[in-house]
């Protein structure tokens, strides 16, 4: 018998439109399941091409009236979007583990720091600008207003659920747009949950409306299809990502791409070797590894990697792997199969090329998909790990002996997402810094999350930025007004 989760008893499994709650159409449905065991935790409505054309029916008729409300009003519900899911943070930490493995501790983390996107733009909501300026060459004005882009779809990926919905809606609502929120197929319970709590934080009907599916092309394909979608933003991989823009060419829909990573980690031979291995536990453990800012490649001076290698084994070491609903647990499970499978093929493949597994690099038998933290050393730049995200947490090192091999080593990917910089000395860090091709840099730290900041990546790791000053104006136009008298 399966386990009855309280959690799931409080909110709705249908396609919400509108406000409310429906089953699909055609009856369909598709199962969730949890990482930690395999097991089945409920079933969902499986959204298809006539709910994705109802919820973008509702967010058109709403998207008049939403962009008309008050910059105070619609900061207002932000606000209190803020404050609940504030005050709901267990109830969405269980959802958030349960559908996607990470430990409850983390998805707490998760939590807070999807809050801080809805406080973050109902801050931003009341300080879009516009401009009035003289015109340089005689009579007239120059005036700039900023309007919503109109009706959204929004996809997120399945690693960071309530966090990547939160920082679309966030943004997309401070402006006055309406959205289609589409989750992935593997966690759209927590998108679900965040729904009615939006709903009860004030937002009218059909500014938010969530689509759950199991076949995402099916929902995806004939909403880009529609005129009256406006814009598309989307987290996930750098493929669907690159189908997704093609796919907005006919329309010249706005496209923001989250797209994937490949973070290069520089230890240089002056770092502070403690810092540098309390950063790695962050930028490659957080999330079980599966982030897009996961440190992916560790190049370190030859000169400390013993030290490092040695410090980082003994951090890793203690770290409890296991359900992630268990108090205690530190490295849940990962997402299924696959994504394990893919793992255990990384490695093999870094084994085959001269990598030597100093700690872990083999997953326990049993049901769930767990995968112990793994560290390697002397693993080749020509292995697979080094041009693919691993996804999982496994640390392979590799030595250099100066900084430009460093940063040649580093900026070999075709990813540009962020990079982080280890080293003692002012100069090299912000040689480093201004040298490395990614969005983001991590100076002498390994957590680089903050809503206050722009988030996003260079190269194929994506287009825009979400969250900082920024972040809102992926769904605004600037309309200019030329004003007479001439
Ligand atoms: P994915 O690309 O497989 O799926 C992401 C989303 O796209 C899901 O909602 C999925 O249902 C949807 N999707 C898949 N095929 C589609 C199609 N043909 N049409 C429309 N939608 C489609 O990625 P994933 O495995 O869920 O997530 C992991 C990836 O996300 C990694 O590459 C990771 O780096 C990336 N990611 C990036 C960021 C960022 O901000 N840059 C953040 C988190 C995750």
Redesign the pocket.
Known sequence: MTAHHAVLDTFCKGVWINNKSADAADGRTFDIENPANGEPLCRVADAGETEAMQALDAAVAAQAAWAATSPRLRSDILRRGFDLLTARTEELAQLITLEMGKSVAESRGEVAYSADFLRWFSEEAVRIRGDYTANPTGPGRIALIRQPVGPCLL??????PLA?AARKVGPALAAGCTTVL????QTPLTALLFAEIMQEAGLPAGVLNVVPTSR??VV?TPLLADPRLRKVS???????GR??IRASADNVLRTSM????NAPFIVCADADVDAAVAGAMVAKMRNVGE??IAANRFYVHEAVVDEFSEKLVARLERLSVGDGSTPGTDVGPLIDGEQRDKVVALVADAVDHGAEVVLGGAPPEGAGYYYPPTVLRGVSPNCRMNSE?I?GPVAPLTTFTDDEEALRLANDTEYG?VSYVFTSDYGRALWFAERLEAGMVGLNRGFISNAAAP?G?IKQ??LGREGGDVGIDEYLEVKYVAMGPE
């Open positions: 996809i997120t990926p399945w690693n960071v990547m589409k989750p992935a197929e995402p092309e995806a989307f987290t996930g991989s750098t493929e669907v189908l997704l989250e797209l994937g990573g982030a897009c995200e996804f997402l988030f990546g790791s994506g």
